[in-house]
């Protein structure tokens, strides 16, 4: 028989497994045989994108992946950096996007738990979460039903389990009304003897399945991630996972006790595609193959088919492997914890994924085929042509003074205070929280050293909107700058790729762009990706989102009393402008406010004058030259002055006069005032130190020029804004409450 | 007329209840062995003005649907319903 | 001195709390929850977080542990014993303390820096502080609210027990515009021997600079010294 002939699967079947015709056929060629029922839903799930990485696994390969500092880059369950005193760092950032779609509250709190999940798997005991928050417009009422319920979930989650929550973003677009983006990234510390891998080996070791009771939580959940929401969405609602905090809580204690001991072979939490997608990688990553007896794994529900309980996504389980001599003693360990544990499987010699149900085997499938042998797919189309920018940027002539401009900002969703988030978030449990949120980068401090780790995620899709690649490394060098901003020097990345659907040509092409300006921007910053995630399919009844890229960035720094922070701080201290003046408003803030198109070309950007100013401030904070240190991001150097001002809670009083041509709010003041030109710090100093910063300045051939100085209790910037701080504390500190 | 309805709001049997598992766990501590499993709910009671009771009972399945249970993870039932003052029927 | 930290599940104060200890310098010992060994600690601390989730309610599970018993019998003997946050919430449960604590007015956890005055000292814990006092201490909880009827509202008031009150950050009232929405604006309490404190603020948060206050550290101090003796409020005077 011809494999055509064998392959015989309906349509509605390899829907309901997500899986192509092509896909299909290639599966039936590559195993000689039809699949049984179980084999092929093993099969979708695991070459489901989510899983796969079948459109985003020829891009990734370009990306910096390795550096002096590094200790495990992408493809364990997170990556791992050295940060001295025998220490690692290890992090990744996760998407959870579409659970949080269908149920907010769950759908956060689960994403929370399984980025936990992949940090203490690797024997580190997590120290820092952060969240990369994306809506519709605010005043929407389902956006913000979402937003309270993703707030409410991620601190449901974090608050219990007693990991503080430090920082994030939270943006607010109309490209995001279908599709919210909820992206966690977790930060651990290890030491470098108990870094834990995720690599089964030795044919005949046990496997042990610990935590939940399986139930029938997200059958599907990673093809639900991977295709496109529509109406039927909602039908399929069984997807959504409810997280138990506290057996989590459990889940990491008994494991950080058991890492670094030799009893451990391997450690591997559950995730997408359940027991499904964490057997297989174990045994993948080890070379040899895997038997799973279905019938021993304990169940919350009953009647539950070998299918149901190799896809289940019940959440606080994971898998270690051991010799059959330890397995006793291991056990006793998580008892202490009233941790439940079952031996589920053993470790084969050959590379087989082998599934029992009892005495009946049920699956066999080649492991290399299963885990690695989803056809790649390349560019649906040639790169399509994209209209020309237009020549005049998209700002409308302006009826408001700068001074209505600037209070406009501050008080907008996306620039507003986001304490009233915050602070429904423990962002102080573990002792450790030097730098709270509401300034560039947090700073938390690595427990029996000095050392600090700043940590800051960004991304700002009207940048990539208007042009992936120059968008890309605009966040790169944005989550670089929040982390300099503190003394901090960048040591490594993760990112989180959000696209809409790659299948169209103007995604992936988008996708491709994105990737090649994260690799092109660390290359130049010299800062390896060691870990990240990707989630496609951001796109409901054929409306996506702009494509979102995430960086989420860790800098260490030696002694965290040397740190910097945003906030002005002396009377008297002058101002000044670490790099270029322009005047670059397409993409920026005052656009969307002044008309709300998002047009032209982003700020322009130099990564090597990018990377002299990170020099040049990072030496400027280690001397002791500087008072406070702020990146001049969205909404320009004016709401980074007001910024400064608010943190500081004092006044300053600029002058504009030698940048522009000071001539009120025409559009080459608002440029000054408002554009976002990249590569650029607002610092404050005392004057003795004006002298060897001009020094500095010089040796690094990087730009600065004085700008006034602090003090008083307003915000003012010569013959353009005099507004009172009381005000902007006002306007800012409301951006996010509901006006009823 | 003005009924009393009562409503029991509860996660739908497939979905996971850690609270339920908790209190399980705690009463097999305290020696109840023979519980074999909780599920926690949400007890709500209300006072609905109506004609009669199969209208008092639309409207509170309405309320239901759209704001007393999550319908993503939660089921609920509507428990007795009496009256509570107004013309006798 | 040996301080005792109870470790529940769910608990994550703990090592916050060895370490305020430590850096007081003195010894922490941790306290698993199912045994019942107390392992000569002077004083016990009850550290916050979500014992058994805090599912039901909050310390409802934890008040039944083995541990407990003990502490119970060292508190009915004039020991010491500390209940932060979450450990407030449990001696309340397990009526070492009166009253109970709910969920916070607004609805929504709050972590924030909050100001206290301290409003008697005669008690082991407070001892060290003066009167009038304004310690900065944060808060994070979502079950925090001070409740009780009025005729024990008046007890402890009359009876001097309120150990803490939520003021501005000069110690002027802020007259129910706390972070919880409090009766009285009750922060902590002691019971009636004045050995046992309960509390939902922080203070094992509040102990160094670096982190923004280190004004949690004089109850730790003031433990310290009254456990020595050499403290203005000797325990041996309250039994």
Redesign the interface.
Known sequence: MTSVELAVASDSELAEVALTRAEYVHLVESLGREPNRLELGIVGALWSEHCSYKTSKPLLGTLPTKGPSVLQGPGENAGAVDIGNGLACVFKIESHNHPSA??PY?GAATGVGGILRDIFTMGARPIALLDSLRFGPLDEPHQRHLFDGVVAGI?GYG????VPTVGGELYFDKSYRTNCLVNAMCVGVVHHGKLTRATASGAGNLVLLVG?DT???GIHGASFASVVLDADSAAR??A????????E??LMEACLELAGDPRVIAMQDLGAAGLCGSTAELAHRGGCGIEVDVARASR??TGMTPYEVMLSE??ERMLIVARPGDVRSLQEVFER??LHSDVIAVILPDQRFVVRDGAEQVCDLPLDLLVDGAPLRGAPGPRPERPQPPVATGVPAPTWTSDEALLALMGSPNLGSRSSV??????????A??I?PGGDAALV?V?GTTLGLALATDGNSRYTALDARQGAMIAVCEAARNVVATGARPAAVTNCLNFANPEHADVWWDLHDAIEGIGDACRALEIPVVSGNVSLYNDTGGTGIDPTVVIGMVGVIDD??RRCTAGFRDEGDLVGLVGPVASELDGSEYQRLAGGVNAGTPPGLDIDLERRVHAFVLEAIEAGLLHSAHDCAEGGLAVAIAESCLLGDIGAWVGIDELGDGEGLINGAAGILFGESQSRFVISFAREALVRLHELAGRHSVPFRGLGSVGGERVGVTRCIDVSLADVRRVHGGALIERE | MTFAVEVVVVLKPVVNDPQGLVVRDGLHRLGFPGVRSVRVGKHLELEVEGDDEAEVRAQVEAMCEQLLRNTVIEDSRIGSVSTLSGKAL | MKFGIAVFPGTWSDRDCKHAVELAGHEAVMLWHKDRDLKGSDCVILPGGFSYGDYLRAGAVARFAPLMESVTEFASAGGLVWGICNGFQILCEAHLLPGALTRNSSLEFRCAPTWLRVETGDNAFTAGCARGEVLQIPVSHGEGRYVADEETLDMLEREQRVAFRYVRRDGSVVEGDTPNGSMHDIAGIVNERRNVLGMMPHPERACEPLLGSSDGMQLFSSVAKAVSGNGVMPVAAVS
Not at chain 1, 159 to 162: P, Q, T
């Open positions: 269908i149920e769950q601190g608050n219990c389990i007693g939940a139930g029938r939580d609602r069984p959504v996972q409810v997280g138990n905090p506290f057996l809580k459990c919350r529900e019940s959440q914890w009233d915050y602070r429904r978030y423990d962002h102080q449990v573990g002792d929280t030097v709270l401090r427990e965290v009393a």
